[in-house]
């Protein structure tokens, strides 16, 4: 059985994902009883209360928790994990080495998804000990890969994962919010710019998922002269590629600050 410690948008999320992969066995600990019966009705699964229940009835434990809570939820079910248990963790900034340290068991992986989960689009990236090989590898990969796509990185990487998926969400829905502001400003209804703005993402994510470089792809909107040129500009005279840099960068040390606090 595969069990959850927390309920929240991204367990719902992988959950969702599992269940419309036919996979089944799944068991949810969550602290709001109203929420956890909203998972049961909507997917069919257990759901309970007590993290211990979770612990005891399953092989595979994610722990879908916020990291400023991961400790609390460590010293209640650290004495009851043992080397038959495999525990993924998808709190940002939580360590394996925190974890190998807190828990009595070899198979621990560290994943960081993404929002996009929720409609399965999303991107994790995985880290795991490298004594950590089995057949429990191959399940957790196949949870990650029912909400989209999934990488293998070593985790030193991790905190800059953290900052360019799972953080980029963010990012680019507020270079889209102020799309969507400036074309209202422009006259504009707010439901035609954020259709123009939304749908001309989603155009764009697929030509560069397709293969297209997102230089190239610039470069072929970009006429000498035209628009698109004085709309460039505006960006490289105001330090656009300064401000993404220094913006991941911060999540990305935020990133390093709460694996140290963990």
Excluded: W
């Excluded at 269940?19 to 068991?27: A, N, P, Q, V």
């Excluded at 080397?83 to 925190?98: D, F, P, R």
Aim: glycine share 10%; aromatic share 4%.
């Amino acid at each position: 059985m595969i069990g959850f410690i927390g309920g929240g948008n991204m367990a719902e999320a992988l959950i969702k994902g599992m269940t419309m992969e036919g996979m089944k066995d799944i068991m949810v600990a969550e602290p709001r009883e109203e929420r956890g019966q909203e998972l049961v009705q909507r997917y069919g699964i257990l759901a309970t209360q007590a993290n211990s229940s979770v612990v005891s009835s399953c092989s595979i434990i994610i722990l879908a928790v916020k990291p400023q809570n991961m400790e609390s939820v460590i010293n209640e079910i650290a004495a009851d994990i043992d080397h038959s248990k495999t525990v993924v963790s998808i709190a940002a900034g939580i360590t394996l080495s925190y974890l190998q340290s807190r828990l009595k068991t070899d198979k621990i992986v560290r994943v960081m998804p993404n929002t996009p989960a929720l409609v399965q689009e999303g991107m994790s990236v995985m880290s795991l000990c490298e004594c950590f090989t089995g057949k429990e590898i191959n399940i957790v990969r196949s949870i990650f890969m029912s909400v989209g796509r999934v990488m293998a990185l070593p985790e030193r990487f991790m905190d800059a994962v953290t900052a360019v998926s799972g953080s980029g969400p963010a990012f680019i829905a507020l270079f889209l919010e102020a799309m969507i502001d400036a074309g209202s400003n422009m006259g504009l209804s707010r439901d035609d710019a954020a259709q123009l703005a939304v749908q001309t993402a989603v155009g764009t994510a697929k030509l560069l998922d397709g293969g297209m470089t997102a230089e190239r792809l610039r470069q072929m909107v970009t006429s000498p002269g035209g628009t698109t040129a004085a709309g460039l500009k505006v960006f490289e005279d105001e330090g656009l590629k300064s401000m993404v840099a220094d913006a991941l960068l911060a999540a990305k040390n935020r990133s390093q600050e709460l694996g140290k606090k963990a």
